[in-house]
């Protein structure tokens, strides 16, 4: 059952998460997932045993938006389940130049875990589009 405390806490994971891109901060990025974390992507599944093992796979990631003048992260939870300590997320994303053109829009299906009352992020499955 999901409570509004677990909501709230939840859509500030992902608001800092969205910041953490804002700012071009990897070190905040990384911050808020749990090891090791699972990401697929293209079909792909990669495996990062710690925050240095990630950091490198953000920052390349952070080149790619930069190079595609990525200003603003926008995102929007589309579903959420909890189910004691863990929750599962689908949030629709839209990654906007200082034009407020869109550079970037893709979905992403969150799996969440609740470890010492903190919600971080277990494993990420970028939908392909």
Known sequence: MTTETDTSAIQDLFAAYASGFDDFD???????FA????IW????GN???DDED??????????VLESEG????????????????????SVSWSQ???????????TC?????????EWLIASIFNENV
């Open 54 to 63: 990630l950091l490198e796979n953000i920052e390349a990631l952070l080149k």
């Open 26 to 32: 990897a070190d905040a990025i990384a911050d808020l």
């Open 35 to 38: 090891y090791p974390v699972v």
């Open 41 to 44: 992507q293209f079909d792909r």
């Open 109 to 117: 299906h969150y799996h969440l875990v609740n470890i010492e009352g």
């Open 70 to 89: 990525v200003v603003q992260s926008e995102y929007e939870v589309q579903a959420l389940s909890v189910s004691g300590p863990t929750a599962l997320a």
């Open 96 to 106: 906007q130049r200082a034009d407020g053109e869109v550079a970037l829009a893709f």
């Open 47 to 49: 495996m990062f045993e």
